[in-house]
C-alpha cells in the first residue's frame, strides 16, 4: 500500500479518464471534495485539489458517453449536486444542482446509448429516477420508480444493456425490476428475490465443528501357524 496522505476522510470513489488515467475523489473532514489524479497512464500521482462543496455527504462518478467525468454529491440539506469536466481528461467546470428532497443515497449508471441515469433513494423511503435526455446533455424531471421503505440499492447493467435495480424492503426481502428494453422504460412491478432463511444464515456464519468420527476398537489375533494377521 501507498500513502496517499489526506485527513480525516470520510469517502472516496474512484473513476478512469477518457484517456486512461485513474482519478480518486475524498470527502475531507471538512466535508469538501478533493481529487487527485495520476499525471501519466500507469505512473504517478499529483496532489489533492480542492474540488469544492458544502457539508458534503456522499459522492458517485460516472463517465459521459464524451469521456468527460462526473461527479455527484448529496449536499449538507440533502440535496444533489453534479459537477463534470469541461472537457475529457481536463478541468471541471461549476457545480450545479439536481433537486431532490432528503435524499439518502444516489447511484448512476449509463444507458447502452451513453446517457447517464441517476437513482437516488428519497427521504419517504421509495427510489427516484433521472437521465440524461440525451448523451453528454442535461437531465430531465425526476420520476417515481417505485418501492415502499426501501432501505438500501444497487444499480446494474445486464448483457442485454438493460439497467436493473435491486433494493432491500422493508421487511428484509430483496426486490428488483430492469428495463424492458436497453435504455427504455420502467416495468411497474418489482420481482422478489426474498431473504436467505435465518437458520440458513446462522448455520453459515456459526457452523459447530464437525463430531469426531467414532472410536473403533479393534483387535488383531495372530495364527500362530501361519503368522498372518486375520
Known amino acids: 500500500y501507498k500513502n496517499f496522505d489526506g485527513s480525516q476522510l470520510r469517502m472516496i470513489t474512484a473513476a478512469t479518464n477518457q484517456d486512461g488515467r485513474n482519478e480518486l475523489f475524498a470527502i475531507g473532514g471538512d466535508k469538501a471534495i478533493y481529487h487527485r489524479w495520476q499525471t501519466s497512464v500507469d505512473g504517478g500521482w499529483g496532489g489533492w485539489q480542492l474540488l469544492g462543496g458544502r457539508d458534503i455527504r456522499s459522492i458517485t462518478t460516472a463517465l459521459n458517453a464524451d469521456g468527460r467525468l462526473e461527479v455527484f454529491a448529496i449536499g449538507g440539506n440533502n440535496v444533489i449536486y453534479n459537477i463534470a469536466q469541461v472537457t475529457a481528461n481536463g478541468s471541471f467546470g461549476n457545480w450545479q444542482t439536481l433537486g ?3 435524499i439518502r443515497q444516489i447511484a448512476v449508471i449509463p444507458n447502452t446509448d451513453g446517457r447517464l441515469e ?4 428519497g427521504g419517504d423511503e421509495v427510489v427516484y429516477h433521472t437521465w440524461q435526455l440525451v448523451p453528454n446533455g442535461s437531465f430531465g424531471n425526476w420520476a417515481r420508480l417505485g418501492g415502499s421503505k426501501i432501505k438500501a440499492m444497487s444499480a446494474v447493467k445486464d448483457r442485454q444493456g438493460r439497467l436493473n435495480m435491486f433494493v432491500i424492503g422493508g421487511n428484509g426481502s430483496v426486490y428488483y425490476k430492469f428495463q424492458v428494453s436497453a435504455g427504455g422504460s420502467w416495468p411497474e ?4 428475490l426474498g431473504m436467505p432463511p435465518a437458520d440458513a444464515v446462522s448455520s453459515i456464519l456459526f457452523r459447530p465443528d464437525p463430531p469426531p468420527p467414532p472410536k473403533i476398537n479393534v483387535s488383531f489375533k495372530t495364527d500362530p501357524l501361519s503368522g498372518y494377521i486375520n
Not at 189 to 192: C, G, L
Request: glycine share 10%.
Open 100 to 102: 431532490g428532497q432528503d
Open 118 to 121: 441517476l437513482f437516488a433513494l
Open 189 to 192: 412491478e418489482w420481482n422478489n
